[in-house]
C-alpha cells in the first residue's frame, strides 16, 4: 500500500524498518525531518533516539553503538556532514558499519539551505584523512530514499564499513508515494567482532583504529583496499533510458537526473538521438556503464562540476565530455539541458 511522505520521512522509516537501534543526529536544514521522525518513532520499536549537543558528538556516538554491534546511522546536512568527518575517519578506520545520511545543501560554508550537489568530492574521495572509501549511495526519489536505506544496512553489515546516502535537499523535502512492501529484504549478520563488555565472553575484543607499528598499519590499509576492490567490482549499479542507439548521453544523479530524463524525452521528440545514464552508485562509480560506443556527453549536475571528473575518468578520452550545472542552490530546468543537447546535436 503506497503512502505518500517526504522523502527524509521515508528514509528515517526504512531505517527502522531495516532495524536501525541508535540514532544520533543535530537538526540542520534540509535533513530535519529525518531526526524528527526518528525522535517520535524510534522509541516505539526499542530504539534509541538522541540529540547530541552537536554534530561532533553525534558521529562519536555512532562509532560508540556501531562498535557494540548494534545497527547505528545520523544524518545531517554539507557543514554537520563536514564536523562529523573526523569521526567518519575513526569508523571507517575500526571497520566498524553504520549509514550516514548527507541531505545537501549549498555551499561552501554556511552557503544556503537549498538543494545543491555540491558535497560529491567530499562524499566519494573521502572527506576526512587517511586512506579509506565510503560506498556511497545516490536516491533520486522519495521511494529510492527509502529502498536505498535498506541496502545501505545491508551493505555496511555485510563489508564492516561507513555507507553514505547522498541525497540532495529537493529529493530530501519533497512528497512523493512511497510503498513499504517494495523495501529490498532486511539482511542480518552476526558480529563476533563487536566490543562485548567485561564477562559476556572469554575473548574481549577492541575496538581501535591505531596502530604504532608502521608495518601493521600499511598491512591493515593494504586489507582493506583488497576488499574496496572487491566491491567496486560487485556494487556498481546505474540506470540506462534510451541509450541503445543514443549519440549523445547525459549523465546525472538525483534530483538532476530526473530533470535530465524529462530532456532527453523531448529531444528524441526532436530527433536528437539522446539518452541518460544515471549512476546509483557514485562510489563505486559504474565505469563500466560508459564503456560503450559513445559521440559526446554532457554531465549535469547542480554544482560547478565534481562527478563531471568521474565520468571523464570512465571515459579516458574516448568520447567528448561536456558540463553543465547550476550552483548555490539554483535548480537547472529541462529547457536548458535540451539547449545544451541541441548545440552538441549541432
Not at 554537520?80 to 566498524?96: C, F, N, T
Not at 563487536?194 to 564477562?199: L, P, S, Y
Not at 552508485?281 to 562527478?307: N, Y
Request: proline letters at 5%; one cysteine or more.
Amino acid at each position: 500500500m503506497k503512502k505518500l511522505m517526504k522523502g527524509n520521512e521515508a528514509l528515517a522509516a526504512a531505517a527502522i524498518h531495516a532495524g536501525v537501534k541508535c540514532f544520533f543526529g543535530y537538526p540542520i536544514t534540509p535533513q530535519t525531518e529525518v531526526a524528527a521522525y526518528m525522535a517520535k518513532h524510534l522509541p516505539e520499536h526499542d530504539g534509541v533516539f538522541l540529540q547530541a549537543e552537536s554534530e561532533i558528538s553525534a558521529i562519536n556516538m555512532v562509532y560508540g553503538a556501531a562498535g557494540a554491534g548494534f545497527r547505528a546511522m545520523t544524518s545531517s546536512s554539507s557543514p554537520g556532514i563536514s564536523l562529523k568527518q573526523e569521526g567518519i575517519s575513526y569508523i571507517a578506520g575500526s571497520d566498524l558499519p553504520c549509514v550516514i545520511v548527507n541531505v545537501m545543501r549549498a555551499g561552501p560554508g554556511l552557503g544556503g539551505i537549498q538543494a545543491s550537489q555540491s558535497d560529491y568530492f567530499q562524499a566519494v574521495k573521502g572527506g576526512g584523512h587517511g586512506d579509506y572509501r565510503l560506498i556511497v549511495l545516490a536516491p533520486s526519489s522519495v521511494q529510492e530514499m527509502a529502498e536505498m536505506t535498506v541496502t545501505a544496512f545491508n551493505y555496511a553489515d555485510k563489508w564492516r564499513m561507513p555507507v553514505m546516502i547522498l541525497a540532495d535537499g529537493m529529493v530530501g523535502q519533497m512528497m512523493e508515494p512511497v510503498d513499504m512492501e517494495l523495501l529490498p529484504e532486511v539482511e542480518h549478520y552476526d558480529k563476533p567482532w563487536a566490543a562485548c563488555g567485561k564477562g559476556k565472553r572469554e575473548e574481549h575484543n577492541i575496538i581501535n583504529s591505531l596502530y604504532l607499528t608502521p608495518q601493521e598499519l600499511e598491512d591493515m590499509n593494504e586489507k582493506r583496499w583488497l576488499k574496496y576492490e572487491q566491491i567496486s567490482k560487485e556494487l556498481p549499479d546505474w540506470e540506462e533510458y534510451m541509450t541503445d542507439d543514443a549519440d549523445i548521453i547525459v549523465t546525472a544523479y538525483g534530483i538532476a537526473a530526473r530533470i535530465a530524463k524529462a530532456a532527453v524525452k523531448k529531444a528524441r521528440e526532436e530527433g536528437i538521438k539522446a539518452g541518460l545514464i544515471r549512476p546509483k552508485t557514485l562510489w563505486p562509480f559504474p565505469s563500466a556503464a560508459f564503456e560503450r560506443d559513445i559521440k559526446k556527453v554532457l554531465c549535469v549536475e547542480l554544482s560547478r562540476g565534481q562527478m563531471v571528473e568521474d565520468v571523464r575518468l570512465a571515459l579516458n578520452g574516448r568520447a567528448e565530455v561536456e558540463f553543465y550545472g547550476r550552483c548555490g542552490g539554483m535548480c537547472v530546468d529541462e529547457e536548458e539541458i535540451l539547449e545544451n543537447l541541441r548545440r552538441l546535436a549541432g
